[in-house]
């Protein structure tokens, strides 16, 4: 009987060597980033308690949280009617204490209560960890992702909110990506619902505006109607979603619209501070006030943040905002925290269609020294140790084998640098050093190898 071809879950990837390269180089500038804003690195455990979890993120986030069964018999207890009713929502939560993260910003405000007599506030932090999600796999979506997140927490100043789009900014001009920033705020969208007069259907209204790119303005409009929101009102919100202002048009139609609304006013008043502010240091990356930007996450209550590549249509790259209470649900009122995401793997799927990854992060031994036999073998590994002392990443052929072969390794592992050590070369301690791009070989001295790789590494 034959057995099945070995496989993983959908919506998870196994990485080649050169693929976790490149993500370490996205990784790294990341992180490399962080740390130049002082931000501290933290990390969390890939499951909490189910209760953690449950509830932060809106009806929809709640359904793809990946839940873990009870260890042991964990059928145990639960009640024949629970267990008869088919209803999963009912069954699991008696079944299922733990649950893998949805998101890094919720376990960070667990984090922060838990430790918070060891942080001093306002609390830098940044993240770069694993997350899980019961998604439908599709193009730059997967179930299980790598997220990059950067918060400050435990001050409400506005100049916070432009850190983060400066770190932004600097990020995506590192990796080489051209991105828009968009920016809005929550009270904004508050004050508009407020103005039509449907205020109680604040939570519907941003989660269906939130679908207005992908599903366009009519769909948007459909189910704005369906969700109870009288025609009028949504006559007046189409030219507002679909404006193609500059942003001082945008905040100048914003404040006569919201005239006489104290919370969309304030929203206004916040997304002014922060423009103001960015002129101050002018972010290479298109900042844009877009109003039917909305973040469906629950949690957020004021500027919010959604980044897009120019270049190829992948959904965000980036995004967050801030979070006036999310730690009053684990009982520490009060603290507001802005926070960022970076979507490392539709990063990556940008960079790869663009071709901006550099060549040299796939390059992993620089140079392959050739085994001719045991006594070339023995002197080599001399010089293999001095060659990685002097930081050259270096490997020795593990077999005497036809040159053909060991050549063809070099080849097929990018290796740029091939060693030739016989007889004659161990006699006089004159090496020959084969350029593998360029076919180029050159007689160097034992002394000089490390130094020929490296100067040509760096150019």
């Known amino acids: 009987m034959a057995k099945d071809k070995p496989s993983i879950p959908k919506g998870t990837r196994d990485f080649l060597p050169v693929e976790v390269a490149r993500r370490n180089y996205i990784f790294n500038t990341i992180r490399n980033v962080y740390q130049l804003y002082g931000f501290k690195?933290?990390?969390?455990?890939?499951?909490?308690?189910?209760?953690?979890?449950?509830?932060?993120?809106?009806?929809?986030?709640?359904?793809?949280?990946?839940?873990?069964?009870?260890?042991?018999d964990f059928l145990s207890g639960l009640p024949d009617d629970v267990l008869q009713s088919k209803q999963p929502?009912?069954?699991g939560a008696r079944i299922c204490e733990k649950a893998l993260r949805y998101d890094l910003t919720v376990p960070f405000a667990r984090y922060v209560v838990q430790h918070q007599h060891n942080i001093t506030f306002p609390f830098r932090r940044y993240q770069i960890q694993p997350v899980w999600r019961a998604d439908k796999p599709q193009k730059g979506r997967y179930r299980e992702f790598f997220q990059c997140d950067g918060d400050i927490i435990g001050n409400d100043s506005m100049i916070n909110e432009v850190e983060l789009v400066n770190i932004i900014d600097d990020v995506f001009y590192r990796l080489g990506i051209d991105v828009i920033i968009k920016i809005n705020n929550r009270k904004i969208l508050a004050g508009i619902v407020e103005k039509t007069g449907y205020a109680d259907k604040f939570i519907v209204f941003t989660t269906i505006i939130d679908k207005l790119e992908k599903a366009g303005i009519e769909k948007v409009?459909?189910?704005l109607a369906r969700a109870g929101i009288g025609g009028d009102a949504i006559e007046t919100l189409k030219p507002l979603l679909q404006m193609q202002a500059g942003n001082n048009d945008k905040i100048n139609?914003?404040?006569?619209?919201?005239?006489?609304?104290?919370v969309g006013m304030?929203?206004?008043?916040?997304?002014?501070?922060?423009?103001?502010?960015?002129?101050?240091?002018?972010?290479?990356?298109?900042?844009?006030?877009?109003?039917?930007?909305?973040?469906?996450?629950?949690?957020?209550?004021?500027t919010i943040i959604e980044v897009k590549s120019k270049d190829v249509a992948i959904g965000s790259v980036c995004g967050g905002g801030r979070y006036d209470d999310l730690t009053g649900v684990f009982g520490m009122e009060g603290l507001s925290g802005v926070g960022i995401s970076f979507g490392a793997e539709r990063i990556y799927d940008v960079m790869l269609e663009k071709d901006l990854f550099p060549e040299k992060i796939e390059t992993f031994t620089q140079l392959l020294i050739v085994n001719f036999g045991k006594k070339e073998q023995n002197y080599c590994l001399s010089i293999a140790k001095e060659l990685r002392g002097q930081g050259v990443q270096c490997e020795i052929y593990p077999e005497h084998a036809k040159m053909k072969k060991q050549m063809q390794y070099a080849d097929k592992n990018n290796i740029p640098f091939v060693l030739i050590v016989g007889e004659e070369?161990?006699?006089?301690?004159?090496?020959?050093?084969k350029n593998m791009k360029t076919g180029e070989q050159v007689v160097v001295g034992k002394e000089e190898v490390g130094r020929s790789v490296l100067n040509s590494s760096e150019s």
């Open 266 to 302: 304030e929203g206004v008043n916040e997304v002014v501070e922060v423009l103001d502010m960015l002129k101050e240091v002018k972010p290479s990356s298109e900042v844009d006030l877009d109003v039917s930007l909305a973040r469906g996450l629950d949690y957020y209550t004021s």
């Open 253 to 262: 139609y914003l404040r006569e619209l919201l005239k006489g609304v104290d």
């Open 89 to 91: 929502a009912k069954i």
């Open 41 to 72: 690195p933290i990390e969390t455990p890939a499951m909490e308690h189910l209760a953690t979890l449950m509830g932060k993120y809106g009806e929809e986030g709640d359904r793809l949280i990946f839940k873990i069964l009870n260890s042991g």
């Open 221 to 223: 409009s459909q189910e």
């Open 425 to 433: 070369e161990m006699k006089s301690g004159r090496l020959s050093l």
